[in-house]
Structure formats: structure tokens, C-alpha cells
């Protein structure tokens, strides 16, 4: 079963438009760690923000923002106001505790096309 | 300070044949970690390695396999490689583990004909 999913296969917005990437996780473990990478066309994975299991305050930065929701085991990300540049395949994973240590499951992504 | 380097960044091989990937972590970091990415399949966990042990692994065949050197370094082999072993392969390191910010490598892109 799918740890992480995005429902969310591909999103095309126009500049300057507000776009939310969702992301729903599931686990049974208490303590667990959410992440968002960013994958440009160059196809490195850029780290965008961390959470653990434990903190479900929102986060703001500068243009993005993320809703960490424990009830809807949920954890979405916002960008405003979105520009070219933030054309990319974002990930949502999940990090808990198997077998003997830690894994780290990556939802499918979703693609943001931002066309000017 | 450098970032994750891996090598080669290209590589094309037949079925049948194994592949060797390489995997400098970021200085200091001693857990290091690797990923298969596909279209059809996404990125997938394949293990992590830390002090030179083996903590976890994803579902992938025995062919898949890694070690991890004293000075953190690591290699990913797959042996008798098949057609869809074709993929991008994803190395990941931190401090202590997958708990972590992973910090990523610019990855190897396999093709197997």
C-alpha cells in the first residue's frame, strides 16, 4: 500500500496564480518525520522542509507555506503568487521507524507546469 | 563544504551485465542512502548504510546491493542486470539518519539496452 500519496499527477497554473500540492500520508507510529523535496529539470532533489510527527505548527516561507493537519493526516503545500522558476516535480515522503532503522517513502510527485 | 558527488553521472550497459555506482557523502555525514527513480514506479527506497552497516532496505531483489566504506563512502552494485534496472539512482546523505534532512546527489542515470 502507498504510504504517501498524491493524488495530484500534474497542475498547471499561470503566473501570479496561488497553487496547493496535497499530500496524504499513513503510518501507525507516533513519531515520524514529513519532508518536501523539490525536483527541477536538472533533476537533483532540493530539500524544501522537514516536520516531525510532534510539531503541527504551520509554516511560513516567504512564498511557500505548508498545513500539517495530524486529524487528515495530511501535509500540503501552498505556493503563492507562483513564478516560472517554480516549475519543477515537487515530493512529499514520509520517514518512520521499519525493521532496524529509519525509511524514507516518497509519494509519485506532482508535476507544477507555471507558464507565463 | 562539498555537496553529495556520485559517479559516474551517465552509463550504459547490456543485460546481463553489473554496474558498479559511487557515492561521496557530504563531509561529515555518515549515513548514506540510495534511491531508484523511474517514471512508472517513482522514487523508491532501495537501502541505507550507516558506519559501514546496512540499518534498512527497501523491497528490491538480492541483485541489488551496496556497501558503505570507514570513510562513509558508498557503492550500489547490481548484478545481471535487466532492462527495467533502467533508471536514475538517487544518493542521499546525513548525520545520523533517514529522520533527517536527506541531501541529494545529482544521481546516475543507468540505461541498460
Known amino acids: 500500500a502507498q504510504k504517501v500519496t498524491q493524488a495530484q499527477t500534474e497542475i498547471s497554473v499561470v503566473e501570479k496564480e496561488d497553487v496547493t500540492l496535497d499530500c496524504v500520508y499513513e503510518?501507525?507510529?507516533?513519531?515520524?518525520?514529513l519532508f518536501w523535496y523539490k525536483q527541477p529539470p536538472s533533476g537533483e532533489l532540493v530539500f524544501l522542509i522537514r516536520r516531525n510527527s510532534f510539531d503541527e505548527q504551520n509554516e511560513i516561507s516567504g512564498r511557500y507555506s505548508w498545513n500539517f493537519q495530524k486529524s487528515t493526516s495530511s501535509f500540503n503545500f501552498t505556493i503563492t503568487a507562483s513564478q516560472v522558476v517554480d516549475s519543477a516535480v515537487y515530493f512529499c515522503a514520509l520517514s518512520e521507524y521499519s525493521n532496524s532503522g529509519y525509511a524514507l517513502n516518497f509519494g509519485k510527485g506532482t508535476s507544477l507546469l507555471v507558464t507565463p | 563544504k562539498a555537496g553529495v558527488t556520485q559517479t559516474p553521472r551517465y552509463l550504459i550497459k547490456t543485460r546481463g551485465q553489473q554496474v558498479t555506482l559511487s557515492c561521496s557523502p557530504i563531509?561529515?555525514?555518515?549515513?548514506v542512502s540510495w534511491y531508484q527513480q523511474t517514471p512508472g514506479q517513482g522514487l523508491q527506497f532501495l537501502f541505507e548504510y550507516f558506519s559501514e552497516t546496512q540499518r534498512n532496505k527497501g523491497n528490491f531483489p538480492g541483485r541489488f546491493s551496496g556497501r558503505q566504506f570507514s570513510n562513509s563512502r558508498s557503492e550500489m552494485n547490481v548484478s545481471t542486470l535487466e532492462l527495467g534496472d533502467s533508471a536514475l539512482y538517487l544518493c542521499?546523505?546525513?548525520?545520523?539518519?533517514?529522520?533527517?534532512?536527506?541531501?541529494f546527489g545529482p544521481g546516475t542515470r543507468l540505461l541498460v539496452l
Open positions: 542521499a546523505s546525513s548525520f545520523n539518519g533517514l529522520e533527517e534532512t536527506q541531501y
Open positions: 563531509s561529515g555525514h555518515r549515513s
Open positions: 503510518t501507525r507510529d507516533t513519531t515520524y518525520y
